[in-house]
């Protein structure tokens, strides 16, 4: 059996070396390090495929959600509604710049954003909705817009997780994840469904206007060399790194059907414990919640893999899988509200039930785009050794 790896970044480099490794080379020779052509084309082919106008890229994701509540205008005090249950650095943006973080419950089956406790935090001070289409699933964005719409909010898309990702509308019109909202974020994250050989990120958006403040943010603020219109970073997508996400760009569909025949392979093994609850696909009525994956429109892209232990053993599985050596993850020990930096009097322990819930519960398992059968069916079986 191959070596078991959460992400075997090195094994999908073999497949695709000779043309990562041409393209690297064309950047040194042209020595068009920073903003070279190679950013453009890749910024170009994102457009086209994400079918957004406009993709500015930058230096990393968390830059992306960053700069993109710079560009909306969001003022010191402005509340910003998010999850509970991400990574800190969706959280992380929005105290940064003084604005007020509003941490809300999850949806206990997809761990994205409640609709109902979204609508119960706006308040007048409300200025925009963070969802999280967190472990690759996308959130359920009509009605989140449609919510957003009734009290003229903006949404911004973190889409860190769910790059590919298609979102099936009631009438049957399909988007691409992080292009519903006014403005998407993503990273490129070396580990992400599309990742770079370091760091690197991009926004999303099909605003004119807002697309032309975004590309003076991300460039300290000018438009032309020296002269400085808005207030801005220094957060660019380096020319090595772009060459070499425009080649992964070509096989990310294919990346992303690998990991759903995985899932689909795990979820076959693990269904068959009471104990065991594997992922559910609920963003639309289309989704068939009885194989766990959505065939109709790829709602799902499994950046993570991550299934819920409901006997009270998944402390006993880290354990276990320790001893055997086997990777996992645990997405997210401690909610955001319970985090030092984080903590607020105004949140109350009986909001976050689920997210309470869901640390006890989660573990993430092996998932990438080389995943074989031998090593699920051992990881699956040592799984149910200890789970039953």
């Not at 660019?236 to 772009?242: E, H």
């Amino acid at each position: 059996m191959n070596k078991l790896q959460m992400v075997d970044l090195k094994g999908q480099y073999e497949k695709i070396k000779d043309e990562v490794d041409k393209s690297i080379i064309e950047v040194v020779n042209s020595t068009a390090y920073i903003n070279g052509p190679a950013v453009k084309q890749f910024q170009e082919n994102l457009e086209n495929y994400m079918g957004v106008k406009h993709v500015i890229p930058c230096a990393n994701g968390t830059d992306a959600l960053q700069i993109s509540m710079m560009g909306l205008g969001l003022k010191p005090g402005d509340e910003v509604i998010t999850v509970d249950f991400t990574f800190a650095a969706t959280v992380e943006v929005i105290a940064l710049l003084n604005l007020t973080p509003v941490l809300i419950d999850v949806d206990k089956d997809t761990f994205n954003i409640d609709l109902e406790k979204l609508k119960k935090a706006i308040t007048p001070k409300t200025k925009a909705i963070v969802p999280v289409h967190l472990f690759g699933h996308v959130a359920q964005m009509e009605e989140i817009m449609e919510i957003a719409k009734a009290h003229n909010l903006f949404v911004i898309e973190d889409n860190a997780q769910a790059i590919g990702a298609n979102y099936t509308f009631k009438n049957g019109t399909q988007q691409k994840a992080g292009t519903i909202g006014d403005v998407g974020a993503t990273s490129f994250f070396p580990s992400k469904n599309l990742g770079a050989y370091g760091d690197g990120g991009a926004i999303f958006t099909n605003n004119d206007e807002l697309a032309h403040t975004l590309r003076g943010v991300v460039n300290h603020g000018m438009y032309e060399r020296y002269h400085h219109d808005v207030v801005g970073v220094n957060s660019r997508l380096d020319s090595i790194q772009a060459a070499i996400l425009d080649i992964k760009l070509k096989h990310l569909d294919n990346f992303s059907s690998n990991r759903q025949n995985a899932a689909r392979q795990y979820n076959e093994a693990l269904s068959k414990s009471e104990h065991i609850e594997i992922p559910k696909t609920e963003t639309h009525k289309a989704c068939d919640n009885s194989k766990g994956i959505c065939d109709t429109c790829d709602c799902h892209v499994f950046h993570q893999y991550t299934i819920k232990i409901k006997n009270g053993k998944r402390d006993e599985l880290v354990n276990h899988f320790k001893e055997k050596n086997i990777p996992h993850g645990v997405y997210y020990p401690i909610p955001l509200h319970l985090q030092k930096a984080y903590k607020d009097e105004r949140y109350d322990e009986k909001e976050f039930t689920i997210t309470n819930k869901l640390v006890d519960e989660v573990i993430s398992l092996p998932m990438h785009t080389e995943l074989d059968k031998e090593q699920i069916d051992y990881i699956t079986s040592e799984i149910l050794k200890v789970v039953g």
